[in-house]
């Protein structure tokens, strides 16, 4: 049985004190039921909220990292330095930093490789574009991107990571895949990683859908058997709404 997770990315939202609020009025109304809960707030407030998360079960994450340990690369965020402010887990390759920022496939798979070597847990994000999906790529785009970010990962390693398959086109926008359909391809991927390392990986391996989530939509996706969780963007943002969604949409 895979434990269902829940990670709330923050993006580019909730000065100190916002965050601190957030948590205060999250853990107040979030009720525990034995899934995995991981808040992945900006840089500046990472260290206020392992604060306040502290002694509870809720996990911090981060929403990016660069790969090598220390040295001259003014503005980036080394692993340790993660680890250091307690971070269990980092949002790796989400397709705003493929997008915008030019992140690759081959960045991709180097940060993963720093994150696992610093225990850090990796939530690997990978999706097609409308483009891409009108094209009938979908298939071939998704499996290109799991191929390349496990590549020199051995399968003890790659069994602990996170997968979320967010289609690009469902980032933002209110029209999220429909559950059926995200199931189809998230199964799809776990096909790619049982051929890249065998069936006991892939059933291992945790894979979550992202995309316009929000807590009326989410019990629908927790329910197909393919899907572990959820990365949850602008419905994570509020502490109600995102206790409701933590809960995988149950009351
Ligand atoms: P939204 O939930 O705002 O669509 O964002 C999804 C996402 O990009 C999470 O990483």
């Not at 930093?97 to 847990?121: I, P, Q």
């Not at 790659?158 to 559950?179: D, M």
């Not at 776990?190 to 019990?219: F, H």
């Not at 502490?239 to 809960?247: E, L, S, T």
Request: charged residues 25%.
């Amino acid at each position: 049985m895979r434990t269902p997770i829940i990670a709330a990315n923050w993006k580019m939202h909730k000065t100190v004190a916002e965050a601190k609020d957030f948590c205060r009025a999250f853990l107040a109304s979030y009720e525990p039921d034995g899934g995995e809960v991981v808040l992945c707030p900006p840089f500046t407030a990472l260290g206020a909220v392992a604060e306040l998360l502290q002694g509870t079960e809720v996990k911090l994450g981060a929403q990016d990292l660069f790969w090598e340990e220390k040295g001259a690369y003014t503005g980036e965020i080394a692993p340790g330095m993660l680890v250091d402010v307690g971070c269990h887990y980092v949002i790796i390759g989400h397709s705003e930093r493929r997008g915008y920022f030019g992140e690759t496939d081959a960045d991709v798979n180097r940060k993963v490789r720093a994150a696992l070597a610093h225990d850090l847990k990796p939530i690997i994000c990978l999706g097609e574009s409308l483009e891409q999906r009108e094209a009938g790529q979908t298939e071939k785009v998704v499996t290109a991107q799991v191929r390349s970010a496990y590549e020199g990962i051995d399968a003890s390693l790659a069994a602990g990571t996170v997968i979320a398959y967010e289609p690009i086109w469902a980032i933002g926008t209110g029209r999220n895949a429909t559950p059926e359909e995200a199931n189809r391809v998230i199964g799809l991927i776990r096909q790619t990683i049982a051929d890249i390392y065998d069936e006991e990986t892939a059933g291992q391996i945790r894979i979550q859908y992202g995309g316009s989530v929000n807590k009326e939509n989410i019990a629908q996706f927790m329910e197909q058997p393919e899907i572990d969780g959820a990365l949850v963007g602008g419905a994570s943002l509020d502490p109600a709404g995102f206790a409701v969604i933590a809960r995988g949409g149950r009351s």
